[in-house]
């Protein structure tokens, strides 16, 4: 109650009316725009009646308000007023609406754009192909200096392919592209020549660090691109390629991935591939878990995934392969949550291990290796009550990192880490352990997260976070994302409950690349409770009844969760 307190105080003092009349624009006012469309938002006394350009808006109970004009070309006077008890407050502004300059043709002989495709191509290996793109003046004749003409794809595009040779003169020093027009031609040069990796010497790299993983390619995006997963130290990879800060390594014969170097060191030149045959394996029982073991001779990349009907955990081991001539396997009949496991050579060079759960939810596994073999532990199914139950809570952001900031100023850090002490609060009632990632505004970076919830191994887990993005105007709702398909009914039970307080539904997002969705170790979810950047839910998300409700529905989340997953 004391956080809550404080977090409305702050409200308060952010929204409290002066002798006259509070108004504040914050986002909006300039001087020109490109878009008819032209969102204002900002702060008023909370009892303000405010107009813009004479349409009213609702001023919300923090004081934000948000308010959308129709401009029209050229100079356009927005007139924005506030009036309440406390007086009347007025403020205008110019703004211009001017259209979108259209680009000025290129004369002559130019380039603006030349790169690799993919861009920052460092090196690749020999007998690749390299494909290559420039942008310059439409119908000119481009060329690489010593080398292979480029042809016109579309008005003012270039692009080849050249194919990587141990002895290119081309590639020896960084490209030259040359383009030539009616009566003037200019040069242009890449910053770095692209290296030729010799197959018979191949380089070799070794993981290193708690959290190595793999990407599934160059794509990237604010949650850092798509990741295959986390692997271990260790490791021993073949490097095929080198783009921008990441290695392109092989993991078998037809597949490739990619990862980053500050995951790997490169080992001494003489250092050959690894391939190793399956040796012994064997699965026991435990009381909380079931553990495969499978040895190999060296540590090979592996990938992990769900399978649904029947709920199966697979793993991946490129590299490997079957030589297995038995399986012994030590059943904890009480405590199973393996009920059998097989393998298939997927591929000559991939061994796939198969684990099929004694029961329909997925709660959790584990890869790692003990020297040279492979540990796959696999954790039983809880009792299905909370009471027992260890629960990880994240509040996300905190520290420096705000998170979002709504119009009247509140901060999503602060909301977080209310309602996740809330939420911890209403656990610990009823006999939950929990832990959090936080319980101060302090910033904990996302890898130590991730750490600390391996180390404390929940039985599952919530983080917190506020959206934002879209229309102020427009309120878009709550919901809920996931990563693996085996935790999906955990995202799914806790979005219908938080959607009894009449929010809009704004979906149950899987595949979410987040990185606190991406441990397998626990089912996980990620809850964005509403959209903090418009005001009527900015206003919600500080009503310390709305809180109270919400955290009510994500604990009856939890439950029926739990109940689904004992059917």
């Known amino acids: ?52 350009n004479g349409k009213q808006f609702p001023v919300y109970s923090t004081g934000g308000w948000a308010a959308e004009v129709m401009l029209e070309e050229g100079k356009n006077t927005v007139t924005v007023v506030a009036v309440s008890k406390a007086g009347r407050a007025e403020k205008s502004f110019d ?19 030349w790169s690799t495709v993919p861009a920052d191509i460092k090196a690749v290996t020999e007998g690749e192909r390299v494909a290559l793109r420039v942008v310059g003046t439409p119908g000119c004749k481009v060329s690489i200096v010593g080398g292979c003409e480029l042809t016109e794809v579309k008005e003012g595009v270039y692009q080849t392919m050249i194919t990587a040779k141990k002895d290119c003169k081309v590639l020896a020093e960084p490209l030259q592209f040359k383009i030539k027009a009616e009566g003037d031609s200019a040069t242009y040069s890449m910053k770095e020549a692209i290296k030729v990796i010799d197959p018979n010497k191949p380089v070799m790299l070794r993981t290193v660090g708690e959290l190595p993983y793999l990407n599934y390619g160059l794509g990237t995006d604010r949650l850092g691109g798509s990741k295959i997963g986390h692997i271990t130290d260790g490791i021993l990879l073949e490097a095929v390629g080198e783009v921008g800060n990441q290695y392109k390594v092989r993991l078998s014969k ?29 699965v026991r029982g435990g009381k909380e ?32 392969v079957a030589n297995t001539s038995w399986l012994t396997q030590y059943p904890n009949i009480k405590n199973a949550a393996i009920q059998c496991v097989d393998y298939e050579q997927v591929e000559e060079d991939i ?22 073999s492979l540990v796959i532990r696999v954790k039983a199914a809880p009792k299905a009550s909370l009471r027992g139950l260890h629960v990880a809570i994240d509040a996300g952001h905190g520290g420096p990192y705000k998170g979002a900031v709504g119009v009247a100023g509140v901060e999503e850090k602060s909301v977080n880490l209310d309602l996740a002490h809330m939420l911890r609060e209403a656990l610990e009632k009823r006999g939950v352990k929990v832990t959090m990632t936080r319980s101060e505004d302090v910033n904990v970076d996302m890898s130590d997260r991730v750490l600390m919830l391996r180390k404390a191994d929940p039985n599952l887990m919530i983080s917190i976070h506020c959206n934002a993005g879209g229309s102020p105007l427009k309120p878009l709702g709550t919901s809920t994302y996931y990563r693996h398909p085996g935790f999906q009914p955990l995202s799914v039970a806790v979005l219908k409950r938080v959607l009894e307080l009449d929010m809009n539904n ?9 990185i606190l969705n991406s441990p397998y170790e626990y089912p996980n ?43």
């Not at 990619?258 to 003489?270: F, L, M």
């Not at 099929?356 to 890869?367: F, I, P, Q």
């Not at 704004?506 to 987040?514: H, L, R, W």
Request: overall charge neutral; hydrophobic content about 45%; some cysteine.
């Open 1 to 52: 109650m004391k956080r809550i307190l404080m977090l409305m105080c702050a409200a308060a003092m952010a929204i409290a009316p002066a002798a006259a009349q509070r108004l504040e624009i914050g986002r909006g006012e300039r001087a020109t725009t490109q878009t008819a469309r032209h969102s204002i938002t900002g702060v008023a006394d909370p009892d303000a009646t405010l107009t813009v």
């Open 95 to 113: 703004i211009e609406l001017t259209p979108r300059p259209e680009k000025e043709p290129l004369t002559g002989a130019k380039l603006i754009e």
């Open 254 to 282: 037809n597949r490739t991935a990619y990862i980053p170097k500050s995951c790997v060191e490169v080992q001494a030149a003489g250092t050959l591939p690894a391939q190793s045959l399956v040796g012994s394996w064997s």
């Open 289 to 320: 878990a079931d553990v495969v073991r499978v040895s190999l001779s060296e540590r090979l990349p592996f990938a992990t995934f769900h399978q649904m009907d029947p709920a199966r955990v697979v793993v991946d081991i490129f590299g490997a």
């Open 351 to 372: 061994f796939r291990v198969i684990i099929t759960l004694s029961h329909d939810a997925h709660w959790g596994h584990s890869v790692s290796y003990e020297g040279n």
């Open 506 to 514: 704004f979906g149950n997002i899987g595949s979410f690349n987040f």
């Open 525 to 567: 979810a990620l809850l964005e409770t509403l959209f903090i950047s418009a005001p009527a839910e900015e206003a919600r998300l500080v009503d310390p009844k709305f809180r109270k409700d919400l955290i009510d529905r994500v604990v009856k989340g939890l439950e029926d969760y739990l109940k689904e997953c004992a059917k």
